[in-house]
Nanobody, 129 residues
Framework: QVQLVESGGGLVQAGGSLRLSCAASGLSRSFSLYTMGWFRQAPGKAREFVAGVSRSGARSSIADSVKGRFTTSKDNTKNTVYLQMESLKPEDTAVYYC????????????????????WGQGTQVTVSS
């Protein structure tokens, strides 16, 4: 059974940094064949796309709302994807989820319209003002 486990969330002051991790296990194929994405959901709001990375990790896509502050990377040797968050703002407060999908081609990236069926349990990020 495929599992995604997020970690690294917590409470941070505005302007601070956090790095989230998402570790995958139970895959029947190599982790390097999957594209990964990060999403977040704030209370009372819909889940939104934050960032995605291609199967090799060479290409990424970042939402406009976090561009310039967030980056994502993928370590295929550790079956793990990361979300580095800098200059955090109170509006970044949300539960952050990772998503996994089999990549259809080398530059394929998970986004708001092409998510996979596997989600992590989420990790809470709270940014205080």
């Amino acid at each position: 059974q495929v599992q995604l486990v997020e970690s690294g969330g917590g409470l941070v002051q505005a302007g601070g940094s956090l790095r989230l991790s998402c570790a995958a296990s139970g895959l029947s194929r190599s982790f390097s064949l999957y594209t990964m994405g990060w999403f977040r959901q704030a209370p009372g709001k819909a889940r939104e796309f934050v960032a995605g990375v291609s199967r090799s990790g060479a290409r990424s896509s970042i939402a406009d709302s976090v561009k310039g502050r967030f980056t994502t990377s993928k370590d295929n040797t550790k079956n793990t994807v990361y979300l580095q968050m800098e200059s955090l703002k109170p509006e970044d407060t949300a539960v952050y989820y990772c998503n996994l999908r089999f990549a259809l081609y080398s530059d394929d990236i998970v986004d708001r319209t092409t998510t996979g069926s596997v989600w992590g349990q989420g990790t809470q990020v709270t940014v205080s003002s």
